[in-house]
């Protein structure tokens, strides 16, 4: 297998509530969507959005809507300061914060945001993973 992540998909309650979300925050919309999926272009991976139970079918898994998933999305930003604008910019697009932005154990600076499902979303600066011109994080070899 090739190393690489192509798409994302959330399973979501309410698809005209997350495209709603998810556009607020910026996220433009693909036209390859339909009434039951969203696509939206994310740097080099896509977000899809679709109904959580069809999602679970679809993997032919049961659904559990509760608690934890073990499973959280990272949004980098190129300074400290740009934690704290982003959170809110999501809670202002109808996002729960879950962690204010503060120092880090790892020496970075980050915080928590939950989408409207309950994904959550960490907004971090990472002086350790630097981003290149076009935005995408740089992992040390």
């Not at 139970?53 to 998933?69: H, I, K, N, W, Y």
């Not at 930003?77 to 109808?94: D, H, I, P, T, Y």
Request: charged fraction near 20%; hydrophobic fraction near 45%; proline fraction near 4%.
């Amino acid at each position: 297998m090739e190393p690489r992540l192509s798409l994302i998909t959330l399973g979501v309650a309410d698809l005209a509530v997350s495209r709603d979300f998810y556009g607020k925050l910026g996220f433009e919309e693909s036209s390859a969507g339909n009434d039951s999926v969203a696509f939206f272009q994310a740097g080099g991976v896509a977000l899809a959005l679709f109904g959580v139970e069809s999602l679970a079918e679809d993997a032919c898994v049961p659904f559990v809507s509760t608690g934890f998933r073990g499973v959280t999305l990272a949004h980098n930003v190129r300074s400290k300061e740009q934690v704290a604008q982003v959170l809110e910019e999501a809670e202002q697009a109808g996002a729960r914060i879950v962690k204010a932005a503060q120092d880090v154990f790892w020496g970075g600076h980050s915080g928590y945001f939950a989408d409207p499902d309950g994904h959550l979303w960490e907004v971090a600066w990472n002086p350790f993973f630097p981003m290149d011109e076009a935005g995408q994080l740089t992992l040390p070899k």
